[in-house]
Every structure is written in C-alpha cells, then in structure tokens.
C-alpha cells in the first residue's frame, strides 16, 4: 500500500509561482511512474506531467514551459508552477503507478495510476 500526500497549494495571483510537493509513503519501491493531474468542476481530470523512476518527464502541450516535474528521490516528486494564471486554478492532484514501466501504457490516463493523494486546492485570482 502506498500513501501519497499533496502540499504547497493556496491563493496565489497571476504571474505568481507555486511549488507543490507528493510525498509517498508505505510500499514505496512499488512506486513506477509518478504523474501530477488537476481537475476543475465541470471538467475531466487532465495530466498535467509525469516522470518515470528513471527521470524521464512528459508534459501536456499546453502547459509546457510554465510547469516543471522533478524526482527529488522515490518518495519525493514536486511540480513548479511558474507564470501562473487564472485558468490554472484547479485541483492538483498526485498519483503512482504501481509496479514497473509498461512502454505500452498511456500515462495520460487516469486509469492507469493505482494510488491517489487527496489534492491540493490552487486558486489563481487578483
């Protein structure tokens, strides 16, 4: 069993940074892939980025440039959110996938992550 906890998120105005952490703990090593996603009411939840054990990062195409996915260990992942705008204010949410890489799998899908954190609350206005 793997926990997975989200902090860093709160109020913040347009053209501010923001840097949220996941802290894993439990089964760790169990831990593959690790993909930051955010979700607004009304909308499906969207990948933001993820990165493998390995390091190796993926973005949406819309947001690359503006945010940033780092590995500082196994049990440690954090995203930088750089220029931020109004239209980021979501739910950002951690998630873990279980077990070792599956060059097949789409790591844009929620369905693929085994392990949630609860999310963390980003609210962009002036």
């Known amino acids: 069993q793997v926990r997975l906890v989200e902090s860093g998120g709160g109020l913040v105005q347009p053209g501010g940074s923001l840097r949220l952490s996941c802290e894993a703990s439990?089964?760790?090593?169990?831990?593959?892939?690790v993909g930051w996603f955010r979700q607004t009411p009304g909308k499906q939840r969207e990948l933001v980025a993820n990165?493998?054990?390995?390091?190796?990062t993926k973005y949406a195409d819309s947001l690359k440039g503006r945010f940033t996915i780092g590995r500082d260990n196994v049990a440690s992942v954090w995203l930088q959110i750089n220029d931020l705008e109004t239209e980021d204010t979501a739910v950002y949410y951690c998630a873990a996938d279980r077990g070792s890489y599956r060059y097949y799998m789409d790591y844009a899908r929620t369905t693929v992550y085994d392990y949630w954190g609860q999310g963390s609350q980003v609210t962009v206005s002036s």
């Open positions: 990165i493998s054990d390995v390091g190796v």
């Open positions: 439990g089964s760790i090593y169990s831990i593959n892939t």
